[in-house]
């Protein structure tokens, strides 16, 4: 069995989440932190944080909770956080300046490491320190910087052609932003994050 | 048991995507379709879609397929999309921007109603066609205009007071761009779309 398959979407969705939080708490300098404190902090049912949390072993104690540092720990082993992954952007419009202008927020394991966009009037700008690149410079450049992940924040009627383009440069995972389904024609993982199939998601817990 | 613990998150958040593939062929004129095409189209294991259509009912004819029309019905009502939802977004900013600028698109019975800004120099201004509002007004502008559901695009400074004054206004969920943890005081849907934990959870996938 993959391992992609082992631990349930759901649950991979929420460890960013859990990290981001511990990773607070060992900023603030606290050593223990119970799945009902977590839970609390994070508006998360504590037995869901257990349950998810013992998918990948055993790591709190009964009466005292877990141990931060260590769940850190391996919350970023476990997303495989603790090497440097390259990221790069396609789409240099509103979307994607704020998406950039994050960047720096970004922990430096993962970073956007090169923007490209299909405007002449763009491409040779600088946006939050990366120079801005034509899209004929794509695949080589995702090649020769070692890119793994992209985050597509251009118009849906581009998208798909963008994604060939990534798709033929070797890119192993999608973050797509743009309100269009994307067709692959080899194994590659895409998430989509675009705001409709976000809001038609949260409108099913309406009561 | 509730139902929202009934139907797993991860299949709550593949049905829009399967909604928008579905919407383009009922648009082209096409009756039915095997879950093979559809599974081609949009990246996803066959199996994976006839099971996570087979939780909400016995939809597909073998050899023959699924109706187009009948499924985008049956999706739609699991989602709640016949009825009309109001939204309100929450700073104007390029993220906010880049939002509403997908507003058009959005399918009538999902729409920005309202735009909130604590800028000043912003309020008052003019965003795909929504003037946008001060915070102060927000508390009243929401409860008026019957909006269930926020979409926060302010630095993730700013995110817990404005969440909180949605809380107040008695929103029902919440789409978090901003990356930082919301912490509710009561039963509220948070969806995290932020673009570290999204890069974070598809870093998982990475082999």
Do not use: W
């Not at 989440?17 to 607070?24: A, P």
């Not at 949390?53 to 720990?73: A, P, R, T």
């Not at 793994?148 to 383009?165: E, F, G, K, M, Y």
């Amino acid at each position: 069995m993959a391992k992609s398959e082992k631990i349930s979407e759901a649950v991979v969705r929420r460890l960013p989440i859990y990290l981001r939080y511990l990773s607070y708490l060992q900023q603030v300098g606290v050593a223990t932190v119970s799945s009902q404190q977590m839970g609390k902090n994070l508006d998360v049912n504590p037995a869901q944080i257990r349950k998810d949390l013992s998918s990948f072993g055993d790591f709190g104690k009964k009466g005292i909770g877990y141990d931060v540092n260590y769940l850190v720990e391996k919350i970023r082993q476990i997303l495989k956080l603790n090497e440097e992954i390259r990221v790069a952007l396609i789409g240099a419009g509103h979307l994607g300046h704020a998406i950039s202008n994050y960047n720096a927020h970004v922990e430096d394991y993962m970073r956007i490491a090169a923007i490209f966009d299909n405007d002449p009037a763009k491409c040779g700008k600088v946006l939050a320190g990366i120079t801005i690149q034509p899209l004929e410079e794509l695949v080589e450049t995702v090649q020769r910087q070692k890119i793994r992940l992209a985050i597509i924040t251009v118009p849906a009627s581009a998208a798909q052609s963008v994604a060939n383009l990534l798709l033929e440069a070797g890119i192993e995972g999608i973050l797509n932003f743009a309100p269009t389904t994307i067709r692959a024609d080899r194994d590659v993982r895409i998430h989509y994050a675009d705001v409709t199939s976000s809001l038609q998601s949260l409108a099913y817990y309406l009561t």
